[in-house]
Antibody
Framework: QVQLQESGPGLVKPSQTLSLTCTVSGGSISSGSYYWSWIRQPAGKGLEWIGRIYTSGSTNYNPSLKSRVTISVDTSKNQFSLKLSSVTAADTAVYYC?????????WGQGTLVTVSS | SYELTQPPSVSVSPGQTARITCSGDALPKQYAYWYQQKPGQAPVLVIYKDSERPSGIPERFSGSSSGTTVTLTISGVQAEDEADYYCQSADSSGTNVVFGGGTKLTVL
């Protein structure tokens, strides 16, 4: 059974870079033809796709976030990561990592990131 | 940018049938997926490729597609089905993933 776990700071200052890591267990991140994705959800609002990375390293990003987002993968650690630069209060949300690029069949539990000084 | 449109809320009594729609111009070309999300939990995939049901999802959940609209149907709704439901698909290029705004299902 594949499991995903997000980790990273829960508080980020405005204008700084948000960095999160997703650790995958129960299977190798580089086995099979899977995308690995990040999705976020502001409190009381809907889901927003951030982007995805294929096992080859190719990426797709939400056009509305593309200029600020970088997703990378570290197969040696069975992890993939999200960096979101120049954050504002609007980036405050629960951030989920998930397996798949569409659909998303396994999800992490989510981690709350608050942007505040 | 591409959008998927869902009704904000749907209400049904226990045992009735709930239908949640999702509309988008690219749906005739792109598969739709449905997720159930309960408070404080991560979403769970309940329908994939318009109408397929993952293992472990009750048979009362079904999906259908007609033109630019896809529908999630929950037959014999139970109290435990009260949740937010999101449709998800991709734009016509298949590159960009999009979620609908979500529908809150209330079981009266």
């Amino acid at each position: 059974q594949v499991q995903l776990q997000e980790s990273g700071p829960g508080l980020v200052k405005p204008s700084q870079t948000l960095s999160l890591t997703c650790t995958v267990s129960g299977g190798s991140i580089s086995s099979g033809s899977y995308y690995w994705s990040w999705i976020r959800q502001p409190a009381g609002k809907g889901l927003e796709w951030i982007g995805r990375i294929y096992t080859s390293g190719s990426t797709n990003y939400n056009p509305s976030l593309k200029s600020r987002v970088t997703i990378s993968v570290d197969t040696s650690k069975n992890q993939f990561s999200l960096k979101l630069s120049s954050v504002t209060a609007a980036d405050t949300a629960v951030y989920y990592c998930a397996r798949g690029g569409s659909p998303f069949d396994y999800w992490g539990q989510g981690t709350l990131v608050t942007v505040s000084s | 940018s591409y959008e998927l449109t869902q009704p904000p809320s749907v209400s049904v009594s226990p045992g009735q049938t709930a239908r949640i729609t999702c509309s988008g111009d690219a749906l005739p070309k792109q598969y739709a997926y449905w997720y159930q999300q309960k408070p404080g939990q991560a979403p769970v995939l309940v329908i994939y490729k318009d109408s397929e049901r993952p293992s472990g999802i009750p048979e009362r959940f079904s999906g259908s597609s007609s033109g630019t609209t896809v529908t999630l149907t929950i037959s014999g709704v139970q109290a435990e089905d009260e949740a937010d439901y999101y449709c998800q698909s991709a734009d016509s290029s298949g590159t960009n993933v999009v979620f609908g705004g979500g529908t809150k299902l209330t079981v009266l």
